[in-house]
């Protein structure tokens, strides 16, 4: 069995289920709350558990009731916690999320915790691969990377500036096609592969500029589209570890986003593995 190492974000996701997005400035009522574990890093941990990889999560939570609402699908899941530090003098993350009939969403976050997930906390376990994301320290991500001795998936999102490192060490960066716009031509400084997402468009496989791979994913009833790009995420780091074909491994990836936003909630709808080969034999 695959063993994967995700170092991220835990978070507590209050989720408002709208009737339409909020344009700035604008109150919408009638919104049902929910709440749901969350953070692209336990979202990312749980897909690959989910998708058949052996999974050890590192991240940082409070010491209070949230966390254990956070932590418990993990848990529950099989998801290896023993070096998830608990930080006292944090509150756990939360974000805030509205989604809209059509399952887009938008989404505010206040890290908590996560901000506090240094490096000299924690040591890095041998793993086959590892996958990061940008709702931790910088500081932590580029010396995770540049320590580990696997193959480096970094999904860089949210955008912002990362240390160069990050960039040339890692074998893929998945990006959505806004955060493809925000990056630029910095994303040539990966020696690896670069997955960019378009939605419900599909998503593409690019190494040294050339174009390797193209899938579009299944038709399906979107509810929640919340924890779909950390499915792929997870989906691709595992195939391409894996050695499927860049081709086999993408359409993989899509198929398993795609599933993800059939159920509301970003980890309740995190897909067992037999169920995204059902869809991609259906397809």
Do not use: H
């Amino acid at each position: 069995m695959t063993r994967i190492l995700v170092i991220g974000s835990v978070n507590l996701d209050l989720s408002a289920a709208v009737p339409r997005l909020p344009q700035a400035g604008e109150t919408v009522s009638g919104a049902k709350l929910s709440r749901f574990p969350g953070g692209k890093g336990a979202n990312q941990a749980l897909a690959a558990r989910r998708l058949g990889a052996e999974v050890e999560l590192i991240a940082c939570v409070g010491n209070d009731a949230n966390a254990v609402e956070a932590l418990a699908l993990l848990k529950d899941g099989g998801v290896e916690l023993s070096r998830c530090v608990v930080d006292a003098n944090a509150d756990t993350g939360v974000a805030l999320i509205c989604v809209a009939p059509s399952g887009e969403n938008n989404i505010v976050v206040a890290p908590g915790a996560n901000a506090a997930l240094s490096a000299d906390r924690f040591d890095l376990p041998v793993a086959e691969a590892l996958i990061c994301q940008l709702e931790v320290p910088g500081e932590t991500i580029a010396l995770s990377v540049n320590n580990f001795a696997g193959f480096v998936c970094v999904n860089l999102a949210p955008a912002r500036a990362v240390d160069d490192i990050v960039l040339t060490r890692a074998d893929l960066i998945v990006v959505n096609e806004t955060e493809a716009a925000w990056y630029g031509d910095k994303l040539s400084m990966c020696r690896g592969y670069v997955a960019t997402t378009f939605g419900k468009k599909g998503a593409e496989l690019s190494r040294d500029g050339k174009r390797v791979a193209k899938s579009t994913p299944p038709q399906v009833d979107a509810i929640d589209t919340t924890g779909a790009g950390d499915t792929f995420t997870a989906a691709l780091t595992l195939a391409l570890v894996e050695e499927r074909t860049p081709q086999d491994a993408l359409e993989f990836a899509c198929t398993a986003g795609a599933v993800a936003t059939t159920k509301q909630g970003a980890q309740p709808s995190l897909p067992m593995r037999a169920l995204v080969e059902e869809f991609s034999n259906a397809s």
